[in-house]
């Protein structure tokens, strides 16, 4: 995902303005209904000042010398009136549950489609996006969703219906003093349009600001236990205020610049109502004109010009949103590389039969990671990485459960390449112990039950006990239902990977994968779960990653890589006898190579 607050080409505010339009999905009949009842309300807004217009009238033409003969004309009107106004109040109110309940609704729709699809995004096109950032666009992007929706319903489209309507009506009632109210209108466009030339790019890279002022934030917050023990308390601080320094620098600017529109269209709204009176008065001297007529006009001005002025707020508000959005749509819009194929199968339980074809992978598209890496493993065998820090072993083995795709050659499981496997099939046939154990801020049985929803505490119970994670686990006073802090800070080291391999244990998958899976365990502990993880492993195939070469004394081929290649491959004993890499990893390791250690 590149990020879209680096590019400022021009924001297309209409398509921007139809797409969200366009994504009321379900709720699309109630939006048609609602934009119907909309526009009747509009109309029915003209009947006030034409019924004002006709009782001014029938007023002035009333003779003093017969008070009651007034009535049964005004009557009428009177009534009429009355029958608007209930019919526009309950009609706006109707208009305004409906349409908030749509918003409301929608944006949460919304939101979980987001969040499904970020989460389904391969970490390849995640790397370069910090989760605050995804965070921050996701809540504003919604926000900014339901705000168009819920506005649109209650106010645009009524006040762009009124004004279609109402320039001709006016034009027809007095088209003098209707060339007034249009050349306001010209003004009010002309006056929009040259401030969002003015505004644009500005706006976007406020927004870009925010984004990363979010994204600081959330990476200090995530980081606080470095923070304070690295004395940086006064420096991340004075970081976040340099960007708010920023943001603030470019917002500045167009705050300035729509407030100078505000005092432009509040002149000229002023000076219009100024001429409309002046004209009116002309008008009606020359005998070209009725007071209802003029009370008329002025009534419809008022209209006019609070439509307009509405019509500017909004545009206002969407140019602040517009960068929100586009950010936001264009995270909906990557294309996720890794998805299923159309003719994806699922293999079920998988056997266990894994190949390495000549797979090649880089992160940076020029330095592979991993290069021509082939190697083969039967079902229920045991194969070890092994290699210098950064040599590519968990680059290597997240290929199997593509993180990432190869760039060149291929990876087979029971014979079929992974590729035209469906992604959630694949997947839950493998069980990995990720280097770094990764952990929910959750209870120690929702953290369990990530790959197996449905365990029973018994189960619980017997694979904490396998992984040797029980003992603390009914230390803790709430047992399973202890709260693990964010990422099982809550925890230590050799907890959390403990609990780790609790989970893959009870996901019970044909395929595991352990990444240094027992490296924070003291020796004892780390003993006792080999020989549990022995079991565990007799019918699994298992890759393993170790640097501690004792661990994996057992297995039925080692792979030494250096620089993403395999320099060697062969049993413990047969490259220990090559003299080779191996041996010298083994030799560094234990100082007495003599072999007692090792044999
Ligand atoms: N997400 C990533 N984006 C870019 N480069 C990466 C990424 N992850 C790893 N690398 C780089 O790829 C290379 C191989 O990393 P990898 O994690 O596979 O090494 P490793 O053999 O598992 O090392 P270690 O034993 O320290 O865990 C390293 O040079 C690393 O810097
Ligand atoms: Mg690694």
Request: with cysteine; charged share 20%; net charge neutral.
């Amino acid at each position: 995902m590149t990020n879209p607050s680096q590019s400022h080409s021009p924001i297309k505010f209409v398509a921007l303005y139809t797409r969200v339009l366009k994504m009321l999905g379900s709720d699309r009949k109630l939006g048609w209904m609602l934009a119907i009842a909309n526009v009747v309300l509009a109309m029915a807004m003209f009947a006030e000042p034409i019924l004002f217009g006709l009782v001014i009238d029938t007023l002035s033409r009333a003779s003093l010398d017969d008070p009651a003969g007034i009535w049964p004309k005004l009557a009428p009107l009177l009534l009429t009136w009355v029958g608007f106004g209930l019919f526009t109040i309950s009609c706006g109110a109707v208009i305004a549950l409906f349409a908030d309940r749509l918003s409301h609704r929608r944006r949460h729709i919304v939101l979980r489609d987001y969040f499904e699809h970020v989460l389904q995004l391969p970490l390849a096109q995640q790397a370069d996006t910090h989760s605050g950032r995804l965070m921050k666009t996701m809540l504003q992007g919604t926000d900014a969703l339901w705000w168009l929706w819920l506005s649109f319903f209650r106010d645009h489209l009524a006040a762009a219906v009124s004004l279609i309507v109402l320039v001709p009506v006016a034009l027809y009632i007095n088209w003098r003093l209707a060339l007034v109210l249009i050349v306001l209108c010209i003004v009010f466009v002309g006056l929009t349009h040259f401030i969002l030339r003015k505004t644009q790019v500005l706006q976007q890279q406020v927004e870009g600001h925010h984004s990363d002022l979010a994204e600081q934030a959330s990476d200090t917050l995530g980081n606080i236990a470095l923070v304070q023990s690295f004395a940086r308390i006064e420096h991340e601080v004075s970081a976040l205020k340099d960007i708010s320094q920023r943001v603030l620098g470019a917002q500045m600017p167009v705050l300035s610049w729509w407030a100078l529109v505000n005092v432009l269209t509040r002149s000229s709204t002023t000076l219009s109502i100024l001429c409309i009176v002046a004209l009116g008065a002309w008008l009606f001297t020359k005998g070209l004109t009725t007071v209802g007529a003029i009370v008329t006009f002025i009534s419809f001005s008022g209209m006019v010009i609070m439509r307009l002025e509405q019509i500017v707020g909004f545009v206002h508000r969407l140019a602040m949103e517009a960068p929100r959005l586009q950010e936001f749509f264009h995270i909906l819009d990557t294309e996720s590389s890794i998805h299923d194929g159309p003719h994806a199968i699922d293999l079920g339980r998988v056997r266990g039969a894994i190949a390495f074809e000549n797979v090649t992978f880089a992160y940076d598209k020029k330095h592979p990671a991993v290069k021509g890496l082939s190697f083969a493993l039967k079902p229920g065998a045991t194969i070890a990485l092994v290699g210098a820090s950064g040599a590519g072993k968990s680059t290597a083995l997240s290929l199997l459960y593509r993180a990432f795709d190869p760039q060149s050659g291929r990876i087979t499981v029971d014979g079929h390449d992974i590729r035209d496997l469906q992604l959630g099939a694949l997947r839950s046939n493998i069980g990995v112990v990720f280097q770094e154990a990764l952990l929910f801020n959750r209870s120690i049985a929702d953290n369990l039950k990530v790959g197996m929803p449905e365990a029973t505490e018994a189960q619980l119970r017997e694979a904490c006990a396998s992984a040797q994670a029980l003992e603390f686990i009914v230390q803790h006073p709430q047992g399973f239902d202890t709260k693990i802090g964010e990422r099982g800070r809550a925890l230590s080291g050799g907890e959390r990977q403990r609990l780790s391999i609790a989970r893959v244990l009870l996901k019970n998958p044909p395929i595991l994968i352990l990444d240094e899976a027992t490296s924070a365990l003291d020796s004892a502990t780390e003993t006792k779960l080999l020989q549990a993880l022995d079991a565990v492993t007799k019918d699994r195939s298992t890759l393993v990653i170790a640097h501690r070469l004792a661990t994996i004394r057992k297995a039925d081929t080692i792979l030494v890589m250096d620089h993403g290649t395999i320099v060697e491959a062969g049993s413990f004993d047969e490259l220990y006898a090559q003299d080779g890499r191996f041996t010298q990893l083994v030799k560094e390791q234990f100082s007495d190579a003599s072999g007692q250690f090792i044999s």
